[in-house]
Structures are given as structure tokens and as C-alpha cells.
């Protein structure tokens, strides 16, 4: 366990035994300022709505969030956010209780979750004195045990340098920007969540505890903090 991401305890509404397939996911993607988690924020989020492997297009959630840090000429260039854009948007503080209510009931899934999560639970224990309570699963974590399992798959026998989000998602024929957008990041991780549920049913894995166990988000924050290998921020 690293010091910047304390996972939440699993949610009481999880049931093991939950069918995957009628299960409600809310994918997600935050952009920020940078990674330095005491000085950097939050500056977008963005939320997709699955229920097992179909995709709710019409129930998304995106938000610009006034970051209290500076936005310098490298985010702009990463996110094409301006920092007139965000002047006026609502602090995390505000953002949180809509956030919060559109993920209620729902597994957070994020492709290296752990540095949304981290800024996420730092905001909602400042905010509103707890972390989130939401279980999390980490669609790099779920890549990993499936490329154990199928060696000769096209796309998951690649090498393991090739972990970024758009790599993995290219190869499975999902579209990709250039552009970091929160919003579009999520859609590209439901995108790849639905690939490889398939994957993980013929692996034998069809239950809400399965999926959480492998799931389990990735623990290299802190060689992710001090180089930003994995970043997209």
C-alpha cells in the first residue's frame, strides 16, 4: 500500500455473488493540474454509466471544476483547458455532492484508478470528512490478469511498456483523441471495461467478487507520483 491512495472499504451494498452482467459501474476519469497530491487539483471529471457490459450513452457525467492551483501552458496544451474556462466553474468541494450522487450504487472503474482515487478521497476527506465509499477496480489491473491468460491474444500479448490507456485501446479498435478530456478518457475506459468482459466470463469469472478480487487498483503510485510514467493528467 502506498501513502497517496488509501483504498475505500468495499461499499455494504456489494454482493459477492452479483452477477456481473446486471451490475452498475460508473467509469471514470479525472484531469489535473499535475500530480503532486497536496499542491495539485482537480480540474474535470468525467463519468460513464455501465450496466455490466452495455455502455449508458445518455448517462454521463462531466464537470469542470475551479482547481485552486495554477494551470500552467503544459496543462493547456495536455487538456485544452483554459484557465478562463475554469475561473468560474465550482470548487471540488461543490462538484463532490453531484459526483457522489451520480456514482451512488455504483463500482467506480478507472484505468489506473489510483491517481483519481487519490485525489477524489483527499478531496472528499477534506470536504466531507470520509473518503469515498465506493468499491474500485482498475481496468490496468483486469489488462494484466487477462495477459496471463491469453498469451496469443493480439492485444494482450503486446509489451508491457505499452500499458497506457490509448495504447491498450487502440489495439482493441476503440477510437482515441488527442486531447486528455475527463469525459472522453471515461468513455475510452468503458469502451475497453466492455472488451473485456467477454474475456473474463470465458475465463470463468462471472461474479461481482471475482471481478473485484482481479480488479484490485494498481499499487505503483508512488514510481507513478515521482515520474509520471502512467501520467494522462
Same mark, same amino acid.
Given at each position: 500500500?502506498?501513502?497517496?491512495?488509501?483504498?475505500?472499504?468495499?461499499?455494504?451494498?456489494?454482493?459477492?455473488?452479483?452477477?456481473?452482467?446486471? @451490475?452498475?459501474?460508473?467509469?471514470?476519469?479525472?484531469?489535473?493540474?499535475?500530480?503532486?497530491?497536496?499542491?495539485?487539483?482537480?480540474?474535470?471529471?468525467?463519468?460513464?454509466?455501465?450496466?455490466?457490459?452495455?455502455?449508458?450513452?445518455?448517462?454521463?457525467?462531466?464537470?469542470?471544476?475551479?482547481?485552486?492551483?495554477?494551470?500552467?501552458?503544459?496543462?493547456?496544451?495536455?487538456?485544452?483547458?483554459?484557465? @478562463?474556462?475554469?475561473?468560474? *466553474?465550482?470548487?471540488?468541494?461543490?462538484?463532490?455532492?453531484?459526483?457522489?450522487?451520480?456514482? &451512488?450504487?455504483?463500482?467506480?472503474?478507472?484505468?489506473?484508478?489510483?491517481?483519481?482515487?487519490?485525489? #477524489?478521497?483527499?478531496?472528499?476527506?477534506?470536504?466531507?470528512?470520509?473518503?469515498?465509499?465506493? $468499491?474500485?477496480?482498475?481496468?490496468?489491473?483486469?489488462?494484466?490478469?487477462?495477459?496471463?491468460?491469453?498469451? &496469443?491474444?493480439?492485444?494482450?500479448?503486446?509489451?508491457?511498456?505499452?500499458? *497506457?490507456?490509448?495504447?491498450? $485501446?487502440?489495439?482493441? /479498435?476503440?477510437?482515441?483523441?488527442?486531447?486528455?478530456? $475527463?469525459?472522453?478518457?471515461?468513455?475510452?475506459?468503458?469502451?475497453?471495461?466492455?472488451?473485456?468482459?467477454? #474475456?473474463?466470463?470465458?475465463? /470463468?469469472?462471472?461474479?461481482? /467478487?471475482?471481478? #473485484?478480487?482481479?480488479?484490485?487498483?494498481?499499487? /505503483?503510485?508512488?514510481?507513478?507520483?515521482?515520474?509520471?510514467?502512467?501520467?494522462?493528467?
Amino acid at each position: 500500500m502506498f501513502g497517496w491512495f488509501t483504498r475505500s472499504a468495499a461499499a455494504p451494498f456489494i454482493d459477492a455473488k452479483a452477477p456481473i452482467a446486471t @451490475t452498475e459501474f460508473a467509469v471514470i476519469d479525472t484531469e489535473l493540474t499535475g500530480l503532486d497530491d497536496v499542491k495539485d487539483g482537480i480540474i474535470s471529471i468525467g463519468a460513464v454509466h455501465m450496466t455490466g457490459g452495455a455502455i449508458g450513452i445518455g448517462d454521463v457525467y462531466y464537470h469542470l471544476v475551479s482547481p485552486g492551483a495554477e494551470l500552467t501552458a503544459e496543462n493547456v496544451v495536455i487538456h485544452e483547458i483554459t484557465p @478562463t474556462e475554469v475561473a468560474s *466553474k465550482p470548487s471540488i468541494g461543490e462538484v463532490l455532492t453531484t459526483f457522489l450522487e451520480y456514482c &451512488s450504487g455504483r463500482i467506480l472503474v478507472g484505468h489506473f484508478v489510483a491517481i483519481d482515487m487519490a485525489f #477524489l478521497n483527499r478531496d472528499a476527506r477534506i470536504h466531507r470528512g470520509a473518503p469515498l465509499p465506493n $468499491a474500485v477496480i482498475d481496468t490496468y489491473s483486469i489488462y494484466e490478469w487477462l495477459r496471463r491468460r491469453y498469451l &496469443s491474444h493480439r492485444c494482450l500479448s503486446v509489451p508491457g511498456e505499452r500499458h *497506457k490507456l490509448y495504447d491498450i $485501446a487502440k489495439c482493441f /479498435g476503440i477510437p482515441v483523441g488527442s486531447a486528455h478530456n $475527463a469525459l472522453m478518457d471515461a468513455y475510452t475506459t468503458a469502451q475497453l471495461f466492455q472488451r473485456f468482459i467477454p #474475456l473474463l466470463q470465458d475465463a /470463468g469469472v462471472r461474479e461481482v /467478487g471475482d471481478l #473485484l478480487r482481479i480488479g484490485i487498483p494498481f499499487e /505503483g503510485g508512488e514510481s507513478v507520483k515521482q515520474t509520471g510514467e502512467f501520467s494522462n493528467f
